[in-house]
């Protein structure tokens, strides 16, 4: 049964709460905070199973390949939008995190390479630190942006004069400011130990002669401009008190976010070992999880 | 049943009128105590607030002891030892449906002086409440309130007649404060002047956890006045310029005719700032603050048109809103109508029948000892058709007493009922 569960499955439940949570600026209702859940919950439940069956069908960890990294990362964003929804029902968060989730899973459709990464047993446990940390930054940088988009158009709102439009709540400035913070600060620390731990993995790929990287390999120097910025970023919002009010940080969280989307499309755009080998992208995919091909391939193993 | 509401509220009394008429917490109670001495078989509920004093009672439809107008008012009248005469004129009543949908609209701030006022539907559950303690309630009251809660509930979830603020002071709270500050016991709200307005919006801001109160006037004796009440400090007029560079949240009311705050003096502290955000409510006419301020970073500046501006526009909003609150007002009065009055149809109907399949046992009895050969198969198929005929000859009269209960005029067909079949209680 889990076989049948498809990118359609998961995908389409997502967009019909993304729909639910658009008509919030249309009408009331009293059912639509009960169906969000029940779709988003749903189309949770499916992404995981779909997940899960992946890693039991591969015998591998769920970070095995570049389309599970970018599935993954989708799921956490799922899980901090139920989050958010529960505890804050009126706020339209979805609005914000929905198309980000769509985005993701889209890229893991339509471009991520699903073939699985190279396996050495001393890699493994490098090339699964590396990808976590980088998914957990990735996801940080993604909710900040969804964060930042909100306190823009909040401080519009406000500047402006504007009287707050039914359907389309926001949380306050103070706490918007807040979380833009946290996020850009938790990217940055992720971000790094994901650097690291991928120095780390490449310098023993390098010891085995095995799929090693080039330092010089684009995705080596943007993850590294990527990490700079949220360096900078972070330590501007540390140092610099202004910065930690106002727009300002949003603007740091939205930048993040364009640093880290060229970061992610420098694989695609520029010559990389980084995810070369196996299947190029847009050859999986809405077929159900049991015909997944699981061909080898070559790059540093764990994130994209 | 019927349920009946005489009292007195804004639309038809002055304030002088309803504060003779009004009862204080401690009140209500033996009041409810006297009114069931009076009347014993009838529950009561008494509804007090500044606007509104409205005696709820329900009783049986026979009951000649159900208090009338006149009774209430001279109940009211003796409670508070005034004359019957002079508060006859300012009492209005209500009668059965009408009464329940007078409620209804109290309940869901529908007949609120300011509409969509929230705290109408607290005094009528604590009036209920009350009563119930009191125990003057009963099975029609119970009802009839529990639903008017309910409605009120479904008025609110349903349309935003009541989340728009509609004051200035709760506007520039609700609206703009909170959507810029998640918390206020943190902060420093900055009072300058001492204008009515002001000490209103401190209401407001106190009620979201405002402590940190600073006063300036150039009337130091009205500073400190207006600190000792909002246990705040009382600052120098010098110190304008260093109370605004600690400030989080500004409320300006004096009766300065230029800008006591320049967007230069502003641009002299904003470095001490950080730009941290400013909310600033400019409710002096003419301004205080420069609208200049307003374009500096950070700085969030609303003046007295900017938030009538806001109040006018969720005016018209909760106008909008209006006729949607009152088809569900009229739905919910209907329904509960239509099951007040099938309670009441519901007792005769069961009589009838009862009545009719007494008298088709008999019958069967009389008809099975007649024709002692009968094999039971027979007397099924005999037992069934005369329940068949008894049912068929049942139906269209009790299908029209059904019809009628949804109406209000259903008393006649129910009393004729009663003579027809003969039904005593």
Redesign the interface.
């Known amino acids: 049964m889990l076989a049948g569960i498809s990118f359609t499955c998961f995908s389409a439940s997502y967009l019909v709460a993304l729909v639910l949570e658009v008509t919030r600026l249309f009408f009331r209702s009293g059912v639509r905070g009960a169906l969000l859940l029940l779709f988003a919950g749903g189309g949770l439940l499916a992404h995981t199973l779909y997940l899960g069956h992946r890693a039991f069908t591969q015998q591998g960890a769920i970070l095995s390949s570049e389309l599970d990294w970018y599935l993954l990362a989708a799921w956490c964003l799922v899980v901090v939008y139920l989050y958010l929804t529960v505890y804050h029902p009126q706020t339209a968060f979805g609005l914000f995190v929905l198309p980000l989730v769509l985005g993701l899973v889209g890229v893991a459709r339509f471009i991520a390479d699903p073939v699985p990464f190279p396996r050495t047993e001393a890699a493994q446990v490098w090339g699964a630190i590396h990808g976590v940390f980088l998914l957990l930054g990735t996801v940080a940088v993604v909710v900040g942006f969804a964060v930042g988009l909100m306190a823009l158009l909040q401080a519009y709102r406000l500047k402006h004069k504007l009287p707050p439009q039914r359907g389309l709540r926001l949380p306050s400035l103070e706490w918007l400011e807040l979380m833009n913070i946290r996020a850009t600060k938790f990217s940055a620390l992720m971000l790094g130990l994901g650097f690291v731990s991928g120095i780390v993995l490449n310098l023993i790929h390098d010891r085995l002669h095995v799929e090693e990287l080039p330092w010089t390999d684009p995705i080596i120097w943007s993850s590294g401009l990527l990490l700079a910025w949220l360096v900078a970023a972070t330590g501007f919002a540390q140092f610099y008190r202004p910065a930690r009010a106002g727009r300002k940080v949003a603007y740091l969280t939205v930048a993040s976010f364009v640093f880290l989307v060229l970061s992610l499309g420098s694989q695609w755009l520029l010559p990389t070992h980084h995810s070369l080998g196996g299947q190029r992208p847009g050859q999986l995919h809405d077929q159900p999880t049991s015909n997944v091909p699981g061909a080898t391939r070559a790059g540093p193993g764990g994130g994209p | 049943m019927t349920v009946r509401m005489v009292g007195c509220s804004h639309h038809t009394s002055s304030t002088e009128a309803r504060g003779r008429l009004a009862f204080s917490p401690g009140e209500v109670g033996p009041a409810l105590e006297s009114l069931r001495s009076r009347f014993p078989t009838t529950e009561a509920v008494l509804l007090s607030t500044c606007n509104r004093v409205e005696v709820y009672t329900a009783f049986d439809d026979d009951d000649a002891a159900g208090p009338t107008q006149q009774q209430v008012a001279e109940f009211l009248a003796e409670f508070h030892g005034l004359d019957v005469g002079e508060i006859f004129h300012d009492l209005f009543e209500r009668t059965g449906e009408e009464a329940v949908r007078h409620l209804f609209s109290v309940a869901a701030s529908l007949d609120s002086m300011v509409v969509g006022e929230p705290q109408i539907l607290a005094q009528v559950k604590q009036a209920y409440e009350l009563a119930t303690s009191c125990r003057s309630t009963g099975p029609v009251t119970n009802q009839v309130f529990q639903a008017a809660l309910r409605v009120a509930k479904r008025v609110a979830?349903?349309?935003?007649i009541n989340?728009k603020r509609v004051s200035i002071p709760s506007v520039a709270v609700a609206?703009?404060a909170?959507?810029?500050?998640?918390?206020f016991d943190d902060k420093q709200v900055l009072v300058i002047g001492a204008g009515e307005m002001a000490e209103e919006t401190l209401r407001y801001l106190a009620d979201l956890g405002a402590r940190d109160v600073t006063v300036i006037n150039r009337n130091a004796a009205r500073a400190a006045e207006l600190a000792e009440r909002w246990q705040g400090k009382a600052y120098a007029w010098a110190d304008l310029s260093v109370a605004l560079a600690g400030a989080d949240l500004v409320v300006s009311t004096t009766g300065a005719s230029e800008p006591i705050v320049t967007l230069e003096s502003y641009r002299a502290i904003e470095a001490e700032r950080?730009?941290?955000?400013l909310f600033i409510l400019d409710l002096a006419v003419p301004r205080d603050f420069d609208p200049a301020i307003?374009d500096c970073?950070?700085v969030?500046l609303?003046s007295l048109d900017?938030l009538r501006?806001?109040c006018d526009?969720?005016r018209k909003d909760r106008e909008r809103e209006w006729p949607k609150a009152m088809a569900i007002v009229e739905q919910e009065t209907a329904r509960f109508m239509a099951e007040l009055n099938h309670r009441a149809t519901g007792s005769v109907i069961k009589r009838v029948k009862q009545g009719w399949k007494q008298q088709q046992d008999d019958e069967l009895r009389r008809l099975f000892n007649k024709l002692p050969d009968l094999d039971d198969r027979e007397r099924g198929e005999i037992r069934a058709a005369f329940e068949r005929l008894t049912n068929k000859l049942l139906h269209p009269p009790l299908e029209s007493l059904r019809d009628e209960a949804h109406q209000a005029s259903h008393h006649g067909l129910v009393e004729a009922f009663q003579r027809l079949f003969k039904l005593k209680d």
């Open positions: 979830n349903e349309t935003s989340e609206d703009f909170r959507n810029i500050f998640e918390r950080y730009q941290r955000g307003g970073l950070n969030y609303y900017d501006a806001a526009r969720n």
